[in-house]
């Protein structure tokens, strides 16, 4: 833990961090699930609890911020010394759903701590972001006045892709304008390890709808010289991968290597891959996960089994996800992914490929004083070095953050790790990380101070 020069800051979180943590059970008591709505009675619940806990650490100028159709965003600001840097600090307080209940061995949206670790839908992503802003906060300001500018941007729709961020900066651009952005949505190397996101990876979707006949007909009448469009389309979906599991999309981008290397042990227990389960794709598995494209099928829309008849059916769709890797144009890889799946329409069949979201994968720059002042912060928390890492989801808004503010420093941080099963059932929060984390963000705000 910090010594030395940072010491008060260690005794500031341990006194900070009892209420950090009842703010992050109280939000995940909220079932903040983006998906269910913009402006659903618990998604403004939880920017008002948010906007109340950022009044309490002492912030000012706290509100809402409101956009046409969008989930609202919570802001405060705190000025420091005149000259000192503006540093912004992003976390979302909306959702994912919840899934299969019966996967969950806790209770989604009450709280509970087991072995250290508090488990619960938000738990980590990224509730947890928001209480290690609050505890870093409350820590600096207990031993003084703060040593930079402190704007706080919490989202509500980072989970739906930021979809209304434009709109936003275009409307309250002015507030968020910063020396420093602070983007508390990542994760870190393992448990115990820190790290600091480099990269990241971008997106596409489509829909794609594949139709044989204009209605169903009698399989034993027709079956053998008609084709049903499920075995079209799962026979489409197949041509996304070759028999290696490598995307056979044509000319996507490979970013190179990783700086570190994932364990395969390790990876298998993180994902929860069942014996047998062979990895796909090739190369170095940390570079599969962060410097390579990866496409996944991530919903059917086809009859139910309970609803089956013996009858062909006529139409199938399904919705396709891929990866970019950093430097990929989101453009070029949409057009690319359009163009595979309209050429290889097995059987004459017709394919209509619906266009979906995009956003950018992004590469941050490490050479900068801010990224120096986490590193420091990191090491001093944990006791050890930390190290970089790529990450292979996606956070749209950090590019348009880049382009909004081409000026500012952006670092990737956050308190989850692969224990945490981010989106998954059952996720939770290591309780120390988050206190880690708090110390780590008051060191590094410290010093970028001057301090």
């Given at each position: ?40 009675p ?9 906007a ?109 892709g ?25 994760e870190h ?48 979906l197949a ?5 290696a ?16 290397d ?15 389960t ?17 496409v ?34 989101p453009?070029?890889?949409m057009n ?9 329409a097995?059987?004459g069949?017709q ?35 930390p ?16 382009a ?26 290591d ?21």
């Amino acid at each position: 833990m910090a010594d030395g020069a940072h010491a008060d800051l260690t005794l500031a979180i341990d006194a900070a961090f009892p209420a950090a943590r009842a703010a992050l059970e109280r939000l995940v008591r909220i079932p903040s699930v983006g998906a269910e709505g913009a402006d659903t009675p618990a998604m403004r619940a939880a920017a008002e609890a948010a906007a109340g806990m950022l009044t309490d650490v002492g912030l000012e100028g706290v509100r809402l911020l409101e956009v046409p159709d969008a989930a609202p965003a919570v802001y405060a600001e705190r000025s420091g010394p005149p000259g000192a840097p503006v540093v912004l600090l992003y976390a979302h307080y909306d959702v994912q759903p919840v899934g299969d209940l019966t996967l969950w061995t806790a209770t989604p949206f009450d709280p509970a701590e087991r072995e250290g670790r508090l488990y619960g839908r938000g738990a980590s992503d990224d509730k947890a972001g928001i209480a290690m802003h609050l505890a870093a906060l409350r820590a600096l300001l207990a031993c003084g006045p703060l040593p930079v500018t402190v704007h706080v941007f919490l989202e509500g729709e980072e989970e739906q892709g930021s979809p209304h961020l434009g709109a936003f900066l275009e409307r309250h651009g002015a507030l968020l304008q910063a020396d420093v952005i602070v983007v508390a949505d990542s994760e870190h190397w393992r448990l115990g390890e820190p790290a600091l996101t480099t990269s990241l990876r971008g997106i596409v979707d489509c829909e794609v709808e594949v139709r044989t006949a204009r209605a169903a007909v009698h399989s034993g009448q027709f079956g053998g010289a008609i084709p049903d469009a499920i075995s079209a389309l799962a026979r489409l979906l197949a041509t996304l991968h070759d028999d290696a599991g490598r995307v056979a999309i044509a000319g996507l981008v490979h970013a190179g290597t990783a700086p570190v290397d994932e364990d395969e042990a390790h990876l298998r227990e993180a994902a929860g891959m069942l014996p047998g389960t062979r990895f796909i794709g090739d190369g170095p598995l940390s570079a599969r996960l962060w410097l390579q494209p990866a496409v996944s099928v991530l919903a059917l829309d086809a009859p139910r089994i309970s609803e089956a008849v013996n009858a062909l059916v006529p139409v199938a769709r399904a919705k396709v996800s891929v990866r970019l890797a950093p430097g990929q144009d989101p453009a070029v890889a949409m057009n690319a992914l359009v163009a595979h799946l309209e050429s290889h329409a097995p059987w004459g069949a017709q394919v209509t490929v619906t266009r979906g979201s995009m956003s950018s994968p992004f590469r941050l720059d490490t050479s900068n004083v801010a990224f120096e002042a986490f590193r420091t912060g990191l090491r001093e928390a944990w006791g050890v070095e930390p190290v970089e890492i790529g990450v292979g989801g996606s956070i749209p808004l950090v590019a348009a953050l880049a382009a909004a503010q081409p000026g500012a420093a952006i670092l990737l941080t956050g308190v989850g790790e692969p224990l945490s099963r981010i989106h998954g059932p059952d996720e939770s929060q290591d309780l120390q990380e988050l206190r880690r984390g708090a110390l780590a963000e008051a060191i590094a705000l410290r010093l970028l101070g001057g301090g």
